[in-house]
Nanobody
């Protein structure tokens, strides 16, 4: 069974930065693409960023492009989300997820079969 555990959330002022981490159990972490999603109060969960199995390909939602960076360390079974120039509208619970593919299918939540429990990120104005 795969477990994903997010950490690094918290309260930050607008313009500030946070770095989220997602630690995965299991020996096959490096075989799969990974993604970050978020859900704000009263809204549906939305795609934020994704990274291919090797880290050579990354994609971002338009709302975070240029501000957020996704990366991974396959030796440590960990994926990261560096968030800079944060805005109040970035406030949400952030989830990491493991894709069923090594690459592709990034934007479709149904292609992710394992999810973390989420970590709260709050950006004050």
């Amino acid at each position: 069974q795969v477990q994903l555990v997010e950490s690094g959330g918290g309260l930050v002022q607008a313009g500030g930065s946070l770095k989220l981490s997602c630690a995965a159990s299991g020996r096959t972490f490096s075989n799969y693409a990974m993604g970050w999603f978020r859900q704000a109060p009263g809204k549906e969960r939305e795609f934020v960023a994704a990274i291919s199995w090797s880290g050579s390909s990354t994609v971002y939602a338009d709302s975070v492009k240029g501000r957020f960076t996704i990366s991974r360390d396959n030796a440590k079974n960990t994926v990261f989300l560096q968030m800079n120039s944060m805005k109040p509208e970035d406030t949400a619970v952030y989830y990491c997820a493991r894709n069923t593919y090594a690459s592709g299918g990034y934007y479709d939540q149904t292609t992710y079969n394992y999810w973390g429990q989420g970590t709260q990120v709050t950006v004050s104005s």
